[in-house]
């Protein structure tokens, strides 16, 4: 149903505005002011596509009135409809898009016509290109499967079902063997193809495509299995991967390294048996691959078998640990606008270590808390120092998923603003998509919060396929930060070049500015900055560097050669 809203304070306009258009079957809802209006977008069932509004009504002008519906309903085509006279006044609505077309009072009754029907059309091609975005965040432009978070939900009704029947389910991980080798010899168009093969292959094996998902040359299946028949069913898996695919007049054979998890057995949720399936797919590649393993915990190898849990602890009260800053560029302007902080550890025995090597050990013993608040007072006092010497930035902190369900947490972050005298829309939180989407409801209230606050909210590697369209409608964030993945491969993958301009350009319906992460190449960088990408992140500029370094850097503009 195609709905228009008419806001004018003059009944008698209202009523012949309204015979006019109605002739077109429109459904029609009327108000007399800007504040009306507003309530009745609200409680619409479905959206009302276009909205008609005069300029002069009392309280709340159109041009007031149509800029808070390009904020609240961005979607919306917003027309006005007035007096030639109040052009003047419309024209900063028009320059920032809450107007979409001026249109003068007296009106001929055909050309209203025609501008309405031009604006339904606009509607028509909006829902299309959203419909677009939705399937390229949803899907898996190569082989039409669905994403890791459509993935995600199918296995939770999967382990559901199983659950209720009281049936044994088997998550597979199958990673190709040196896949890398077949897109080295007949280059990304002839791989993409063999991996197209594969992927009708293995939907025809499965016998359901909703319960597989792809990631590069990873595949992920799930099948209700008695654990008796894995074995056969596994193997046979095996002989359809090694079966052979022709790609112009090339014979492929494909080896998989395959890891297996079972629920109940190694866990009751997605985050469990994926992390599983996964490491057991790594047993499997150490046995040369072509093969499978079966989840086993005590094969894991141990994390951190030089380091103890006590290191840690002292590293933590000795001030071993060290905040280091990347810079973030303005995509247009070539200038450090912030930084994200990033911690290091100045080991008294092994040297410098990554995060990588302590950061899971910290969350999963709960340091990650008091580590993370250090690095965020650190991080802070620091932009203070840097904002008193007149450079304009912002910092951008991680928060994991302990720190996100501290009761303190919101507490804490008040305090610290107070204290350092950071101003909050200067401090800008990442939370990863995967950790979003956990917990969404949660989530969202301690986001909401933040932004209470005035502290900018970015979902970090985003693309990574947990999320959609749907749930980043209704986040409280204000920037999303593009999975390295995407990057990596957008110079040699036309297929990551479209999901970038989706990505891009859902972004920006949403109001949200757009952060590149992990960018290496000039090549990289063009690209970005042709898609309108906002800011860049990555070694092309700099790598992290500690503060002294980083003030080195501030106030310069990088060049084309830099």
């Known amino acids: 149903m195609r709905k228009l809203l008419i806001v004018d304070d003059e009944p008698n306009i209202l009523t012949a505005l309204k015979r006019t258009l109605q002739e077109d079957g429109y459904q029609i809802y009327t108000a007399n002011s800007g504040m009306e209006g507003l309530k009745i977008l609200a409680e619409s069932e479905s959206p009302i596509q276009v909205v008609l509004s005069d300029q002069r009504m009392p309280n709340m002008a159109g041009s007031e009135f149509l800029t808070r519906v390009k904020e609240l309903y961005p979607h919306t085509v917003r027309i006005i409809l007035s007096a030639y006279s109040d052009f003047d006044a419309l024209k900063d609505a028009i320059n920032n898009g809450a107007i979409y077309k001026f249109l003068n009072k007296p009106w001929e009754e055909e050309a209203l016509r025609m501008q309405i029907r031009e604006a339904f059309k606009i509607t028509s091609k909006n829902i299309e290109n959203e419909n677009k975005i939705t399937w390229l965040l949803d899907h898996d432009k190569l082989t039409g499967l669905q994403n890791r978070f459509l993935f995600s939900q199918q296995l939770e009704k999967e382990i559901n079902h199983a ?54 040359d990873k595949f992920y299946l799930i099948e209700i299995l008695d654990k008796d028949t894995i074995d056969i069913r596994v193997k046979d898996l095996i002989m359809e991967i090694n079966k052979t695919i022709t790609v112009s007049n090339t014979d492929f054979h494909l080896r998989a390294s395959i890891g297996v998890s079972l629920y109940p057995d190694h866990g009751n949720n997605y985050n469990a048996l994926m992390k599983h399936a996964y490491d057991a797919s790594l047993a499997s590649k150490k046995l040369s691959g072509n093969t499978y393993q079966i989840y086993n915990p005590l094969s894991k190898l141990k994390v951190m078998e030089l380091i103890s849990e006590q290191d840690l602890y002292t590293a933590l009260e000795h001030n071993q640990f060290i905040v280091y800053y990347q810079p973030i560029v303005d995509a247009n302007t070539s200038v450090i606008k912030g930084a994200e902080a990033l911690v290091r550890w100045q080991h008294p025995k092994y040297g410098f270590l990554p995060p990588d090597s302590f ?78 989407m956990q917990d969404l409801g949660c989530n969202m209230e301690i986001m909401n919060k933040l932004s209470d606050l005035s502290i900018k909210v970015s979902i970090d590697d985003f693309g990574t396929g947990y999320s959609s369209l749907s749930y980043l409608k209704n986040l409280p964030i204000h920037l999303l930060k593009i999975d390295k993945s995407f990057i990596d491969d957008i110079v040699m993958h036309s297929s990551s070049i479209e999901i970038l301009k989706a990505i891009i350009l859902m972004a920006k319906s949403l109001g949200l500015k757009v952060i590149a992460e992990g960018v290496e190449a000039k090549e990289q960088l063009d690209i970005l900055k042709a898609e309108k990408c906002d800011f860049i992140q990555g070694y092309y500029y700099s790598k992290p560097v500690t503060a002294i370094e980083f003030q080195k850097l501030l106030g310069k503009t990088f060049s084309r050669s830099d």
Request: charged share 20%; with cysteine.
């Open 163 to 216: 659950q209720v029947k009281g049936l044994s389910l088997a998550l597979i991980a199958m990673n190709i063997d040196q896949f890398n080798k077949v897109n080295y010899l007949v280059g990304e168009k002839n791989a993409d193809m063999v991996l197209q093969q594969l992927s009708d292959r293995l939907k025809l094996w499965l016998n359901n495509e909703k319960n597989m998902t792809r990631s590069a």
């Open 359 to 436: 950061i899971s050990v910290c969350e999963e013993n709960g340091l990650i808390i008091p580590l993370g608040f250090w690095v965020m007072q650190a991080a802070c006092h620091q932009l203070k120092q840097w904002r008193d010497k007149g450079h304009d930035l912002f910092i951008a902190v991680n928060l994991s998923p302990r720190q996100l369900r501290e009761a303190e947490l919101l507490d804490k972050i008040h305090n610290l603003l107070l204290t350092s005298g950071v101003p909050p829309q200067c401090l800008e939180i990442e939370i990863t998509e995967s950790v979003m």
